[in-house]
């Protein structure tokens, strides 16, 4: 995420840390155990460590990707903010830290629209899940 890469693409990444293609470090991401809360709780606090003692300006954002189709969970037609128009898009809510003028990313959160939440889902506007993540970080 931090890399001189113009573009964060699997493929692009694995040709930063010396791999053929995309293939075998999507297999990783893919099949790797992961625990979410500890690895973004892990990834904050190296970001806190580097930052130290410096101020750190937040800056809440969202943010759409478009998509074909919706068999992608969460896709649908909705507004995107940064462009200004509906598209059919899945959206994020975004953290940002940014310090002495370079971001950081800090922490996001799929918007789940009414139309396509799913069981166990509960409706959140942007803002709700935006105030979550601002008490999240503060925490």
Known sequence: ???ENRYKSLPE???????KD???????????LWDVKKM?????????MFVGEREIILCIDET???????????????????????EN???SVNAYGIVDGITYPLMFE????????????KYKTKLQ??????QELKA
């Open 1 to 3: 995420m931090l890399s």
């Open 13 to 19: 990444i694995a040709k930063t840390v010396g791999l």
């Open 22 to 32: 995309g293939q075998s470090l999507h297999h990783f991401l893919r099949d790797a």
């Open 40 to 48: 973004r709780e892990m990834r904050l606090w190296l970001t806190k």
């Open 64 to 86: 759409g990707d478009q998509k074909k189709g919706k068999s992608t969970d969460y896709v649908t037609h909705q507004y995107i903010g940064n462009l200004g128009k509906t």
């Open 89 to 91: 898009r899945i959206v």
């Open 110 to 121: 799929i918007f789940k629209p009414k139309n396509r939440l799913q069981d166990g889902d």
């Open 129 to 134: 899940i935006a105030v979550e993540i601002i």
